[in-house]
C-alpha cells in the first residue's frame, strides 16, 4: 500500500508515442514491450537501491504492451497502476502553464 503523502511513480504507460515512433521509423509495434520490460527493470533496480522508493514507488505501466511484465512486477511485491482513460483521449495540445496563483 502506497502512502498518501508521498509517491515516486515511473510512468512508463505511453502507448500512443512510442506507437508513433515505431511507425515512423518502420520499427515493429512488438518491439514497445522490450521498453516497458527496461522501465521496469530500471524501477526494481531502483527499490533494490534506495529505501524511499521501495517504500513510496509505485509503476504505472499499461497492459496493451505490459500484461507479462505487470504480473512480474506484482509478483515482486511491486505497486502497479495501469492506466483507466483511453490512449490519446487526452492528448496535451500546447504547453503547459507554469504560473502559480494565489
Not at 512488438?30 to 522508493?53: H, Y
Amino acid at each position: 500500500m502506497l502512502s498518501s503523502d508521498c509517491v515516486y511513480m515511473l510512468a512508463a504507460d505511453h502507448r500512443w508515442q512510442w506507437e508513433e515512433w515505431c511507425d515512423a521509423r518502420s520499427i515493429p509495434r512488438t518491439r514497445i514491450s522490450e521498453v516497458k520490460r527496461l522501465a521496469a527493470d530500471g524501477f526494481r533496480l531502483a527499490r533494490e537501491r534506495s529505501p524511499r522508493v521501495r517504500k513510496f514507488g509505485a509503476l504505472l505501466l499499461d497492459a496493451q504492451y505490459s500484461s507479462d511484465v505487470i504480473a512480474e512486477a506484482r509478483r515482486d511485491g511491486v505497486v502497479v497502476g495501469t492506466p483507466a482513460e483511453k490512449a490519446e483521449r487526452f492528448r496535451w495540445h500546447g504547453r503547459p502553464s507554469l504560473s502559480i496563483t494565489p
